[in-house]
């Protein structure tokens, strides 16, 4: 005999689900709950992390830096390059490049009285350098960031300021090494001095005119790095091959952001991993909340199948029946928890984590974010739920399974 | 025409190393349309012979052919279509499907079966008539009495027009006008001029 194909299973299914209603609402809310944590944690995660990088990226680094082939590793002025017109009128054309300053970097002692500290001289154009970094709005009350006329300008990091005992007005002094080997040696007036948050600029950071650095340490047109902004972060490996691709990698090395920070990369590979453990148990939680409830239900109505097989109905209908039961409080659960987990994931975009309180133990990372947004992806959404309903369906097989199997006598006779 | 045959039937059972001979070279033959009691003291096997005949225990020896089928040789699968096609069950206690109501559980078979949407209604409303239900038919069975439980049980079993409907002292629970007038819808189902079924009893 042909069966029709029936509706009777999911009628069955959705019946058994709220028979018992308190255990369905118990395993809805394990579900709804453990669906709507996961997007929310990976919501704070990756806005945190984006706010890391772009932080990072914003206060100085920039998405891409090109330097002479060997700099990042001596980091000395000896390996400086001549930008030559390709380079920027290449970076004018690219699309999605934001801006790029040229910047000449070199070690030097700045000494004030007896105080004496080693320091990064990084000399900029103060107009174009606004729209690469963000350290010209951390200089602290009563100090200014520098401007274009200035000439024997500087402005110090808070802590390199504190340890040369130094305030804005006073006058420190530069001697460092020029380009072509002279002694680089300057009187210079501190206007400013920043707070980035970053203990590794705040200690040993001095930003200074790039026209008074051409000339103190002779460097005959030549520069240290050339900084890009990106309008976005993702714009970066296609911006970096097509520079890669008109510049040659001879010469100069091109470097994006992963290279430029690595230990922030690590940090938030470190910080993922630890996140994924977290996403594990909670997927089992959730797996066995179903698992627990059907497993529950199937011994509750052995009786039951057993009069369902006797009179005729095939196992694979009863496997059908049961699986469909957890896919219908997966499938709820996990319609909750998308609504749940988005409505608080977008309570975190209205109202940023605030980790003010623990910015000492974030600078040890060099992490200056303490304001962590939360950012909702739909890769979020659709990968979470989707593991949340195929894990929970998959945990139903072995009961559906179990209640198949049974016997018909022996599953009337049972109490 | 003999519609359940069997020869040589043996059926032993092993309950804590105890082997039971339960049904011992046993042969029977029942034709169509006919009512057949089996009577016998407790423990002396009915529920066995019966549950073999249903298909839902396997003989230890023998052969049963119900139809033309031989039970023996058959898959679970198959047996499960057996059961639905052929043998219209009523068990001891009330089984019915909980969720289910009244009349849903008499149209279930009809249902599995693939029956159409008008037919399966008109015939489960008809049969729940007949064993006095009509008020009923939406009631779940935990809203309905130990006795209209059963006699819902009893219209599951006949609805489907079985070659055999296989019940087991049900009676037993029934008010006797209800007894009476089950027995009677029994044995008119059974009766060769309705549609010849046969009712082991």
Not at chain 1, 232 to 240: E, K, L, P, Q
Not at chain 1, 265 to 292: E, H, R, S
Not at chain 1, 349 to 378: D, R
Request: charged share 20%; aromatic share 8%.
């Amino acid at each position: 005999m042909k069966f029709k194909p029936s509706y009777i299973e999911p009628v069955l299914a959705w019946r058994n689900v709220w028979k018992n209603k308190r255990r369905t609402v118990l395993t809805l809310l394990t579900v709804t709950v453990g669906c709507a944590m996961l997007i929310t944690f990976h919501a704070l995660n990756k806005g945190g992390h984006d706010q890391m990088i772009e932080d990072a990226i914003e206060a100085n680094t920039g998405h891409i830096q090109i330097h002479a082939r060997g700099y990042w590793d001596a980091r000395s002025i000896d390996y400086s390059f001549k930008p030559d017109e390709r380079i920027t009128s290449a970076l004018k054309k690219i699309p999605g490049v934001y801006a790029f300053s040229e910047r000449v970097i070199a070690g030097a002692l700045l000494s004030n009285k007896n105080a004496t500290a080693g320091a990064m001289i990084q000399a900029v154009d103060p107009l174009i350098e606004k729209k690469v970094s963000t350290l010209h709005g951390k200089v602290l009350k009563g100090g200014r960031y520098l401007n274009a006329d200035d000439s024997t300008s500087i402005v110090l990091g808070e802590t390199l300021a504190k340890n040369l005992d130094v305030k804005t007005g006073d006058t420190v002094t530069m001697l460092s090494q020029g380009f072509d080997g002279s002694i680089a040696a300057e009187n210079l007036q501190v206007v400013g001095i920043f707070r980035s948050g970053n203990p590794e600029y705040d200690q040993g950071l001095a930003l200074t005119p790039i026209s008074l650095a051409k000339e103190s340490f002779t460097m005959m047109d030549h520069i240290s790095s050339i900084v890009i902004r990106l309008e976005d972060s993702d714009y970066t490996d296609r911006v970096r091959e097509h520079l890669l691709k008109t510049v040659g990698k001879n010469e100069l090395e091109i470097m994006g952001w992963r290279e430029l920070m690595p230990e922030l990369v690590q940090f938030i590979d470190m910080d993922d991993m630890g996140g994924y453990i977290f996403d594990i148990i909670l997927f089992m939680v959730i797996a066995f909340g179903i698992l627990n409830n059907i497993q529950m239900s199937v011994f509750e109505r052995i009786r039951e199948f057993g009069v369902m097989l006797a009179i005729g109905t095939r196992p694979g209908q009863v496997t059908t029946m049961v699986i469909l039961e957890a896919m219908m409080i997966a499938f709820l659960g996990t319609v909750l928890g998308i609504i749940l987990g988005s409505a608080s994931s977008y309570y975190f975009i209205l109202n940023p984590l605030n980790y003010s309180e623990y910015a000492k133990e974030f600078e040890i990372w060099g992490i200056s974010t303490v304001i962590w947004p939360a950012k909702l992806t739909y890769m979020n959404i659709i990968l979470t739920s989707v593991l949340t309903f195929v894990l929970s369906v998959g945990f139903s097989v072995f009961p559906a399974r179990h209640a198949a199997k049974l016997k018909p006598i022996e599953a009337i006779r049972h109490l | 025409m003999e519609i359940i045959k069997i020869n040589n039937l043996e059926k032993s059972y092993n309950t804590n190393g105890l082997a039971v001979r339960a049904i011992r070279n046993m042969d029977l033959t029942i034709k169509k349309g006919e009512f057949t009691a089996i009577a016998g003291p407790s423990g002396s096997g009915k529920t066995t012979l019966l549950n073999i005949i249903g298909g839902l225990d396997n003989p230890s020896g023998g052969t049963i052919m119900v139809g033309n089928d031989d039970l023996s040789k058959m898959t679970a699968r198959e047996l499960s279509d057996m059961r639905l096609r052929n043998i219209g069950f009523i068990f001891q206690a009330y089984n019915l499907i909980p969720v289910l109501t009244a009349i849903e559980n008499v149209e279930y078979i009809l249902l599995l079966q693939g029956i159409s949407r008008d037919e399966r209604r008109r015939r489960a409303a008809e049969m729940l008539r007949e064993v006095g239900l009509e008020k009923e038919i939406n009631r779940r069975p935990k809203e309905l009495s130990g006795g209209q439980q059963q006699r819902v049980a009893v219209a599951r079993a006949i609805v489907s027009r079985p070659e055999i409907s296989r019940r087991r002292t049900w009676t037993r629970r029934q008010a006797p006008t209800s007894l009476t007038s089950c027995t009677s819808l029994t044995k008119k189902t059974a009766s060769p001029s309705s549609s010849r079924r046969t009712t082991p009893w």
